[in-house]
């Protein structure tokens, strides 16, 4: 079954996280791209849209939830999947009533990230 | 009267049954909390094979949440054991310790190469499995000593002695074996007027170890009646087995819930040291043995594999030549 | 975090009292973890059946816990409260009752013809579609073809797409969510979830097989998809409050199935439910697909008159073309009049917007045809054995179809007369128009108009409208009357007006709005349809608003699990009732054996008390407050002379203690100068405990390790209770607390309560109020958080003491809600 390769961005302020992922994600063939800084990973967003974002919820500079807000308002059709460091039921409501597709929360396996992915791309194609 | 002293006293008013029962549950959540433990080691130890993305922040929370569950184990144990719980709460106080310096710490061995997550990560699995400093005992062995004084406890002369006339007293006998069964949650309501027979209980694993002894014949399965007395305890409910002997020169224990849905399912079982382990359960247990004796037990266990290994042990434990070491 | 050296084991030296606290820690966390359970518990059975097992193994956990905490507490009491064991083996029992006689839940079809045999049960194929089926039974040539997607698809289709447990997120607290923004922004989300969602192939392939074969009779076919929901009686009608989709192409069929589905999610839809306190587990839907005919008229009949049922009259509305826009009311029908009877005869006609006639037709619907479905209404109704509600079609070559048909309710009004003393001076400002629902109403005008926010309109107001929009459902609860200018009588607005029983006049003429321009209160009096200006009856008004707020007070959920878990029947403590054999639900225990343990613990009543006292020392603080701290691990070092709060190094007693010594906090202690010459009764009273305490039990305790902390307070007639395990990880960091007021008056507890609610719900609680205890918890969250969260409790605690103040009206509780939130507290002072 050949599809296109999904363009998929990661943001994290966390080094592990950008590191361990990308290899990961590439081994199926998409193309990502990783961002420790919130700003430059919009701005490039604004350039060409993504996609799936990956996205941190909590970082220094700047919230996931923004970066959501942005992400969606540039592009309606992109997956936002958000990252936690913890799961609480409050997170994730606010999350997906922000229109995230869903979350993950670390520690977490790329495998297990990955199949997030397969349901949203999923989704895209329907 | 201390309230101590109050805990030592289980079994000698009316109420020994639902006391008893009690215990019972305490113990298995004691069990719980120690599996628990044990998952917590083992979900460390996966993290730190290295596919895992992870923060600091996981292995802080790690170290919290050994901290916490040791912890509920030794209350657990303060209340089974009163005696000891002093000890057990002073060594309990040395590992808080070591995990707040954990904590504050940086970790060791500067390498850059590996990410300062996986290298504290390793340092807190040190904490857990032990190291070869000799001044150090680690989560596990203080975890085994543990054990070590609930089951002395539990198996003492005085408590068995204790059972057996309390047995005796309500009735508990079954008729048609050699074998004391107690519906955790019913009986202490009231106990039976009437002979109870092996049959009258839903329970899963009790009907599963008595399923393949005596040639499918639950006249000749399981120890053998006798009219006065009984050497064995069998406290069950839908899901739950607690088997014990009431034999001193026998010490056997077994443990399990069979749900089928709970996560925690688990066999646990206990027998002196010169039991013969190895003839009475099958593979795939994890087995440790120690002076005072041996543990053995499995956790990620299905129920339907719970049930099967039920069997064969009953029918090991139950067959003759077991049985003439009894 | 500074590092003391290492020392000595045992600096607890007295073992019976670190046992004894490990003891309270440990009943009190499982408190929590109960509480977090129950509250999980009740979402999920709004979604799941009792026997699932994700219901059934908590329950299972939660009464083994509960005997855990009972072992606790009578080893904390020296065996004080021996009768709970028998209660909670008494739980356990019936439970296991309760779950052993469980449901499989067979292999259900997803897509089922109309009229299959196999169709039958109303569960599976929803009311709409099983009302068509009977309809079937008895006249065949009646009712089109058509195929139903079933609720076994529709859970399918959420189990697929993982929706379940983010609906059950995104829906849990909606009933107590006043922020309409947060409503709407979350079943937006329900509904854009849905509509995205991927659809089995399985069920697709059905849906076109049905469908196609229709084809077949029916060329050149528009379809309408429609909702058939499921609602355990009859007494609800749902009317209006899913979307249809008409004249649908075969190749669009799949997005109006998802669209109609992602209709169970708008906001008035979930509004009704919530109102009505149905459970989503119970209302799932069926969706049913039909193959439209290109209607010469449509409308509606109702085989009786609401207004006077032994009249012998049936009314039939109709429309050229399709009936949707007129029972959603936005275009007016003409109305006919039909004596029923063995020959029934058109006795009146009421043109759309003009005057009823006795005589007449219109040029769309022949007199003759009126008769034949008056005959066909009136002989359906005698096969079902009850009134009906049907909706009609007529085709162009004139044959009649049925397109749905249900029980009409007939409602007992509560009021059928108008009594009281009318003053016999005043004309009414407006007469006539159609009476919908009767009764009497006074309150504050509200003119809304189409571009108005439906969340504008008071609590108690009387609305004026010009169509009666089905939205305006999600305003009947809680007003007082309404108002419509023009309207059908048989749409859908009118029969959810019925259903929430608020009186209502239809048709009141264009000049309404002109007429009514300018006044502030308007007395109604839907039964005779007339409309006062100002206050015209007294003590109406407090009825009406007693109405409103019974309505919205949501009675107590029943069944048998609600009864065994969740119910709360011990609700005052101080009642002579609250004992251990009063329990009778796994909640009052735990409510029971929480209460029992902090009165244990701080001596009050209790003779156990040992050892505290002398265990404590006295904070040192200008803030007119008294505190004993108990020092566990040395968090207070012993070269400290004074215990200053700076000195006591616990993390969530300096986060609670940043809180209540924020500086912008009103103390009122700070009027102690006008006060002096006061009675001291009246300073103890209104300046909150602060004369010294002369018992033990008048003390305030807080304990403290460094990461943990149990604190009780006792001021004036309140009480509060903070305990909390705050620490760099995160899995069991907690923050409990725990409030009851004492004194005042029931309506200020209640107040007072729901104040208290409204806040920590907003700052991520869970919250648990039953009378006026108030128990929250905000548990797993990291460091920083659970810190803000204690700051902010003891921001609350010093505010509490003046509640009784300020929050002198229901509409106080909002206000003072937002100064809170906003920090203002000089509002509290």
Known sequence: MSEQPLKIMVIDDENIVGKRLKPALEKTGDIVETFEEGEKALARFDESPFDIVVTDIRMEKIDGIEILEHILAKSGRTKVIIITGYATVEIAREALSKGAFDFIAKPFKPADLRAIIERASKELRS | MSLLDKLKKIGHRETGIRDFCIQTIRFKKFLENARALLDLFADGREKVLGEYIFDRHYVVTLIDSVVDRLGRMVYDASVLV????????????????????????????????????????????????????????????????????????????????????????????????????????????????????????????????????????????????????AAWVAAVSEYQLSLTTLKPNFRFRLETLASGYEPSDFIFIFAGPNAPLDKIIPDGFHVERTNYGQFAWSLSITAKTIEDTLMIIGRNLFDESVRRMQ | MAMKPEKPAGFEKDYQFRFRYETLRSLLNKNGGALQILSDLEADLNHMRHYDKRVRRPIQRLITESLLMAQELNLMTGDHYTDLYEVIFQLRNKADQLF???????????VLGLFEEIGSDPFLIGGKAFGLRMLHQYFKDLVLPGFVATTAAYHRMIEDNELHDRIRILLNNLDVTEDPAQFQSRTRTIRKMIQEAVVASEIETAIMEQARALEQQFPDILWAVRSSAVSEDGAHSFAGQFDSELQIKTENLLTAYRHVLASRFTDRAVKYRIHHQFREVDTP??????????????????????????????????????????????????????????????????????????????????????????????????????????????????????????????????????????????????????????????????????????????????????????????????????????????????????????????RLGKNAAFLLAGKNIISVNATKRTVYAGIRWPGIRERVLARIADGNRHPKKSGPLYDLVLGLNLIDPDAASFKAKSCRSVHDTLRFMHEMSVRSMFGFGDKQNRGWHKKSRKLVTELPVKFQIIDLDQSVSEKVKKVVPESVESIPFQALWRGVSDNRLVWPERWENAMRGMPSDFKETVLGGDRGPRRPSDKNYAIVARDYMNLNARFAYHYAMVDAMVGPGTEHNHVHFRFRGGGAGEENKQRRARFLERILRETGFGVDRSGDLVTAWFRRYPQTDSENALELLGHLIVCARQLDAVLKTDAAIKLYGEYFLSQRFDMFG
């Open chain 2, 82 to 229: 009163p005696e000891s719980g002093e000890e057990l709460y002073a060594a309990y106080d040395r590992h808080k310790l070591a995990a707040r310096n954990l904590i504050g710490s940086t970790p060791s061995a500067a390498d850059d190469a590996v990410d300062p997550e996986y290298r504290l990560l390793s340092d807190v699995l040190k904490w857990f499995q032990g190291t070869e400093n000799t001044g150090n005992i680690s989560v596990m062995e203080f975890m085994r000593q543990t054990f070590f004084h609930v089951i002395q406890g539990l198996e003492s002369n005085d408590a068995m002695t204790r059972n057996q006339a309390l047995f005796d007293k309500n009735g508990l006998h079954a008729s048609d074996m050699g074998i004391y069964v107690i519906d955790l949650w019913k009986d202490a309501l009231s106990p039976p007027s009437e002979n109870r027979s092996i049959r009258d209980f839903n329970s899963i694993p009790l009907r599963h170890l008595f399923m393949d002894s005596g040639n499918g014949d639950l006249e000749k399965a399981g120890p053998k009646a006798n009219q006065h007395t």
């Open chain 3, 100 to 110: 052993s006689g469980c449901r499989p839940d067979k292999d259900q079809p997803f």
């Open chain 3, 285 to 506: 839907m069926a969706v049913l697909f039909m193959p439209m005919v290109a209607p010469a008229a449509a409308g509606v009949s109702y085989t009786n008159d609401l207004k006077d049922p032994a009249a012998g009259v049936l009314e039939i509305s109709a429309v050229p073309g399709l009936a949707n826009r007129m029972v959603k009311g936005e275009v007016p029908a003409d109305t006919f009049r039909v004596a029923k009877g063995s020959s029934p005869k058109i006795i009146r006609i009421i043109p759309a917007g003009g005057e009823a006639e006795e005589v007449g037709s219109v040029d769309y619907l022949s007199n003759e045809k009126v008769i034949e479905i008056a005959r066909l209404g009136m002989e359906a109704a005698d096969k079902f054995g009850y009134e009906l509600d049907v909706e009609w079609a007529m085709d162009k070559t004139g044959k009649i179809y049925f397109l749905q048909a249900r029980q009409l309710n007939i409602v007992r009004p509560d009021e059928m007369m108008a009594k009281a003393s009318e003053r016999k001076d005043s004309l009414p400002v407006l007469e006539g128009g159609m009476t919908i629902f009767p009764g009497r109403a006074e309150g504050p005008l509200k003119i809304l108009k189409p571009e108005d926010q439906l969340t504008d309109v008071p609590e108690g107001a009387i609305v004026l409208v010009d169509q009666p929009r089905p939205e305006l459902a999600s305003i009947l609860p809680k007003i007082a009357a309404l108002l419509v200018v023009e309207g059908n009588p048989v749409g859908h607005l009118a029969t959810l007006v019925r259903e929430f029983a608020v009186p209502c006049i239809f």
